[in-house]
C-alpha cells in the first residue's frame, strides 16, 4: 500500500507538545507562496551570509529570523514566538538559536509548496502537450 503523504494548502504548527505552546496557521496557497518570495528571499540570503562567515552580526540575523516569522505567519506570531522561546526576555539577538528551528521549518515548508507547485504546473504543460 503507498502512503502519499500529502501537504495541506494550510496547517495548524505548535511550537512543542506541551500545554501552553501557541498553535498558528500557516498558509501556503498560491497566493501566500508569491508573497512569500521576496522577504524569504532576502532573509534567506542574510542567513547564508551569516553562516558563511561573509558578514552580518547577531541583530541582522535576528531581523532575518523576524522577516521570514513575520511573513509566513503574522507579526504577532513572531512576537508571540520570541516571548514564548525567550520565556518573556524577548530578546531576539540573543535567541537565535532558539529560533532557527521555525524558520528552517518556515523555509522547508515554502520549499516543499514550491516544489509541489512547479509539479502541477509541469503536469498541466505535459497535459497539454498530450492534446496537440
Do not use: H, W
Request: glycine share 6%; charged share 25%; net charge negative.
Amino acid at each position: 500500500m503507498a502512503t502519499l503523504n500529502l501537504m495541506r494548502q494550510k496547517e495548524t504548527i505548535r511550537l512543542d507538545d506541551s500545554r501552553d505552546s501557541p498553535e498558528f496557521e500557516l498558509d501556503l496557497g498560491d497566493s501566500r507562496l508569491k508573497a512569500l518570495s521576496v522577504p524569504f528571499g532576502q532573509a534567506y540570503r542574510t542567513i547564508s551570509r551569516f553562516a558563511k562567515g561573509q558578514g552580518g552580526d547577531p541583530a541582522a540575523l535576528a531581523g532575518a529570523y523576524k522577516e521570514v516569522v513575520a511573513a509566513a505567519l503574522g507579526e504577532e506570531a513572531y512576537r508571540a514566538i520570541l516571548d514564548y522561546v525567550t520565556c518573556g526576555a524577548n530578546d531576539a539577538e540573543d535567541a537565535t538559536v532558539y529560533m532557527a528551528p521555525v524558520v528552517t521549518y518556515l523555509f522547508a515548508r515554502y520549499s516543499d509548496a514550491c516544489t509541489q507547485k512547479r509539479l502541477n504546473l509541469a503536469e498541466k504543460y505535459l497535459a497539454s502537450d498530450r492534446a496537440d
